[in-house]
Every structure is written in C-alpha cells, then in structure tokens.
C-alpha cells in the first residue's frame, strides 16, 4: 500500500522491529540528518514516540557539521541538497554528504 495509508504505529512497530532485528540497544542508535531538530525530531515525538524514546539523546546534524567546516576552512565544501525531498532520498543525501565531509572530499 501507498505509505500515506500505513498507520504511523505500524511504521513505528516496523522501524523498532528494524533496530532489534540488527541488534541495536535501546539509545542506541542517532537520528542522523540535515536539521533533523527543527522537523524531525518533533514529528518523530508525535507520531512515533516509543521509537525516539528508543533512540539515543544525541542527533546528529548534517546541516551543523556542514556549517562547522564551511566556518573553519578556507576552501569550504559545497553544501548538497536533495531535488524534491523525499524522505529516502534526503536521508542518503545527507548520509553521503556527511561521509564526503568526514573523509575530506568536496
């Protein structure tokens, strides 16, 4: 079915049975994406919030660690962002840039 007509608990049943599945811990696991504080934190408060309750404390900001090199280098990388913002796609997007950053490619 379309994802719009899964229920939210069946989503957050799913994404819990995914972490269990693969042995992560409670607060185990990061919310990991470009500012994941502003709109994704929340919306995972309220629609899933047994699965943030089971993620760790600490997200991890795409955006954030992005602005931090592009202020401490002379050669700032370019900032990426996904075309239509479909979670998948901005969840890889954000997930290879933040690699690209780490491993120093611009």
């Not at 992560?24 to 919030?49: C, Q, T, W, Y």
């Amino acid at each position: 079915p379309p994802p719009e007509s899964i229920p939210a608990r069946e989503i957050q049943g799913a994404l819990i049975g995914f972490l269990q599945k693969n042995n992560v811990e409670r607060k185990g696991a990061h919310i990991a994406g470009n500012s994941v504080a502003m709109f994704d934190i929340p919306f995972l408060r309220r629609h899933a919030p047994v699965f943030i309750n089971y993620m760790h404390h600490r997200a991890i900001d795409v955006s954030g660690v992005w602005l931090s090199f592009a202020l401490l280098s002379d050669d700032p990388p370019k900032k990426k962002d996904a075309n239509d913002h479909r979670a998948e796609e901005d969840a890889k997007s954000s997930l290879d840039f933040l690699l690209e950053l780490v491993d120093g490619k611009k």
